[in-house]
């Protein structure tokens, strides 16, 4: 599967963003999907995962009530909607694909992730 990240962008403090995820050459609707942020010198760092049916999420505990990840398995694509941002939400984002164990809802490891997007980069100043 191909993804493509996009709807990264500069954006002050307290503001919103929404990230999308599009999906290619695969079925969709198999995969487990998560997010993923990397700042420069640092390890990629769980976001968030959603379940192949949208009906299970994690959420890193910086990003949880403020982040909502969803999927629209008919047009085979991911979205992390952003809210009340933060400088130290600043990095490039990366979307994940991952074919887990059939009872596997969501996958917050970067390693067992088997495709990844090429990152958008968020900025938000202060």
């Known amino acids: 599967v191909q993804l493509q990240a996009y709807g990264g962008g500069l954006v002050q403090a307290g503001g919103s963003l929404r990230l999308s995820c599009a999906a290619s050459?695969?079925?969709?609707?198999?995969?487990?999907m998560g997010w993923f942020r990397q700042t420069p010198g640092k390890e990629r760092e769980f976001v968030a995962s959603?379940?192949?049916?949208?009906?299970?999420?994690s959420y890193a505990d910086s990003v949880k009530g403020r982040f909502t990840i969803s999927r629209d398995n008919a047009q085979a694509t991911l979205y992390l909607q952003m809210n009340g941002l933060k400088p130290e939400d600043t990095a490039l984002y990366f979307c994940?694909?991952?074919?887990?164990?059939?009872?596997?809802?969501?996958?917050?490891?970067?390693?067992?992730?088997?495709?990844w997007g090429q990152g958008t980069q968020v900025t938000v100043s202060s």
């Open positions: 050459g695969g079925t969709f609707s198999r995969y487990v």
């Open positions: 994940a694909a991952d074919l887990p164990p059939w009872q596997t809802q969501v996958v917050v490891t970067p390693s067992e992730y088997d495709w």
């Open positions: 959603i379940s192949w049916s949208g009906g299970t999420t």
